[in-house]
Structure formats: structure tokens, C-alpha cells
């Protein structure tokens, strides 16, 4: 696994991604961009990470 610096102000659960931190449940980024995909977003649902980037090798809900 690639040594990264977890951002404490910035939790994050999304294993997917490649700016996640392993072990430790958070975003190894200095910042992250939340955008919507909903012209009037009313639920949590309806925010993204729009710093989210897949790590490679993972398709699906598996990564290897």
C-alpha cells in the first residue's frame, strides 16, 4: 500500500478511491471539490465528491 497523509478534517469511508488512506478512514487530499448532480439538491443523496478518482484495478465494489 502506498504511504499516504491522512487529512484529519477530511473523514471518508469510500475505499474505492484512491485518495483514500487505507486503514485509516480518511482523505489523504489537502481539499476536495463536493458538487450535486441534481439541478436542486434537498438530501444527502444528491451530493458527490467530485475529487473522487477510482483506484486502478478496481471495477465494481472490488478492488484488488
Keep these: ?3 499516504k497523509k491522512a487529512n484529519h478534517c477530511i ?3 469510500v475505499t474505492q478511491c ?3 488512506c487505507g486503514d ?3 482523505c ?5 471539490q463536493v458538487g450535486t448532480h ?3 439538491p434537498t438530501e444527502v443523496k444528491c451530493t ?3 475529487s473522487f ?8 465494489n472490488s478492488c484488488r
Design 53 to 60: 478518482a477510482p483506484k486502478s484495478g478496481c471495477n465494481g
Design 11 to 13: 473523514a471518508c469511508t
Design 18 to 20: 484512491t485518495h483514500h
Design 24 to 26: 485509516a478512514n480518511y
Design 38 to 40: 441534481e439541478a436542486n
Design 1 to 3: 500500500m502506498e504511504n
Design 48 to 50: 458527490d465528491c467530485e
Design 28 to 32: 489523504a487530499l489537502e481539499k476536495i
